[in-house]
């Protein structure tokens, strides 16, 4: 099966608006893949569309693609041929393992034609942002295996991992989902949230009461007991267990002999405070020797019980989820949480929680089942919405939907001593059709430069509202900082970049959050 024809698909993906044509085109070459002798093939094509490769991670960045080699004229690339150079380039080590990884992208990006070079960068950066994510997925493998709808849905709930299910049901049909039951020791999909505008919203949208929790800012993991093997993996469902062992001792301590739980794990500060999330995230790292010696210790705080000794807990509804944790984690693991349904109680819940250093809190149905890989009308959560005006230095041509225009763009934060701007970071999301149009002309008449890059630089006169969730320590920027989730909110026409928020305004929130 050729690259050619995944990399088209995704293509057309990108360009149809309509649900149920991006099912049928991504149906289509599962057709293709299952008929592929090697059933692998599937699990590939499933993981690509997706916006993922089936390594996660190989190690190639937008600095490992700045330069690429002309394209190849015509198509000889594979599918399974290239998920294998991937496995080959993220197993590169050592001395001189940048040239070689370098030399292993150049001689598969030389032999890619121009449409496949244009999916194979979008899918290594992670950029390959198209809609072909659960909901449309377990749609086209519906359609190509035969298999109704909700026995995908359900299986690729509890078996974690759609190209899995997505195999099964092409090579095995319906029967073959019977294997994807909820398994100590194999992770799902965990519990997603919308978002509330504040905990007024977040209790009508509930019916009137809810089940308010701390939303700290740690990091999510799932944990698998079964006797005295435990297994803990990442809301992404990489295997951490290795990494946490006082995460393990904590676990192996509860009064139980079997069980699957949802939990963060958490640096915290003497004084009960959390660390800044990028000292939680360390330990989630590839580490060893001195550096794990010198790593903060984790503390564990748990909010959702799936199974508990033989019993599956999903269908059942919330409150009886929690009455079941609480009889087996002790009350200084859990995370605060408050069953109200006033408004006012609501709101002080809140306004505790973000003086104690945390994100926000989440609001629960307690009636709502664990809705396991969906992001749930039960779980509701509530944030606060940080915002900077800033200026945009520079700009990135986009690809897929977004070819031919201006999209992903750099932001900068006023240096009032020297005048000259502070990289932040780089956003693309919160923009419209109508935003991207206009900011492509806007940002091609503020070029300072070449436009035929694939990045333009531009004059920093353009202001733009951005809104964000955090700020965390970066060494790639020269400010020492980056926004965490920045998106758009509007094009500050009324302010002159002069106006924008400076370095030190940002800088001041960030050491108050740390």
Do not use: C
Request: no cysteine; glycine share 10%.
């Amino acid at each position: 099966m050729l690259l050619l024809d995944v990399a088209s698909v995704s293509a057309d993906v990108a360009a149809s608006s309509s649900r149920l044509a991006k099912a049928a085109h991504i149906a289509g070459v599962l057709d293709r893949a299952g008929a592929h002798p090697d059933p692998r093939a599937v699990t590939v094509v499933v993981s690509w569309l997706s916006g993922e490769l089936t390594q996660r991670q190989i190690g190639v960045g937008w600095a490992s693609l700045r330069s690429l080699p002309a394209p190849a004229g015509e198509p000889s690339l594979t599918v399974l041929g290239v998920d294998r150079r991937f496995g080959e380039i993220g197993a590169v080590s050592g001395r001189g393992s940048q040239r070689r990884r370098a030399e292993l992208l150049a001689d598969l990006f030389g032999r890619a034609t121009e449409i496949e070079q244009t999916f194979l960068r979008r899918l290594l950066t992670g950029e390959l942002r198209q809609g072909a994510l659960i909901g449309v997925m377990v749609d086209a493998v519906a359609a190509a295996s035969g298999v109704p709808a909700p026995a995908v849905r359900r299986a690729a709930m509890l078996g974690g991992a759609l190209p899995a299910v997505a195999t099964a049901a092409l090579t095995g049909g319906e029967a073959a989902l019977e294997q994807f039951t909820l398994q100590v020791g194999r992770p799902v999909g965990p519990m997603l949230a919308q978002t509330a505008t504040g905990v007024g919203d977040a209790l009508e949208r509930l019916g009137g009461t809810a089940v308010l929790e701390a939303k700290l800012d740690g990091a999510r993991v799932q944990i698998h007991r079964a006797g005295q093997s435990v297994s803990i993996y990442t809301r992404s469902l990489d295997d951490v267990t290795a990494r946490l062992p006082e995460v393990v001792d904590a676990v192996l301590a509860l009064p139980v002999t079997e069980v699957i739980a949802d939990a963060e794990a958490i640096a915290l500060r003497p004084d009960g405070r959390p660390h800044r999330f990028q000292v939680t995230a360390s330990r989630f790292g590839r580490r060893g020797g001195a550096a794990e010696a010198q790593a903060p210790r984790l503390s564990v705080f748990f909010f959702d019980l799936l199974h508990v000794d033989g019993a599956d807990l999903l269908d059942r509804p919330a409150k009886q989820r929690l009455s079941a944790l609480d009889a087996v984690v002790p009350a200084g693991q859990r995370v605060d949480r408050l069953l109200t349904s006033d408004p006012a109680a609501a709101q002080l819940f809140l306004d505790a929680t973000l003086a104690a250093g945390h994100e926000g809190v989440m609001a629960k149905s307690p009636t709502a089942p664990y809705e396991a890989g969906r992001r749930g009308a039960g779980w509701l959560k509530v944030k606060p919405v940080h915002t900077f005006d800033l200026v945009v230095l520079a700009v990135e041509w986009g690809s897929g939907r977004r070819s031919g225009k201006l999209s992903n763009i750099h932001l900068g934060a006023r240096d009032p001593r020297t005048g000259d701007f502070v990289m932040l970071g780089k956003t693309f999301k919160g923009m419209t059709d109508e935003m991207l149009a206009w900011q492509t002309e806007r940002f091609l008449a503020l070029a300072a430069g070449p436009t035929d890059g694939y990045v333009v630089t531009v004059r920093p006169e353009q202001v733009v509202e951005i809104a964000f969730d955090g700020i965390q320590t970066s060494s790639r920027y020269p400010g020492g900082m980056a926004l965490r989730f920045a998106r758009v909110i509007r094009y500050r026409h009324d302010k002159p970049a002069t106006e924008a928020d400076t370095i030190d305004t940002v800088r001041a929130l960030y050491e108050k959050a740390n």
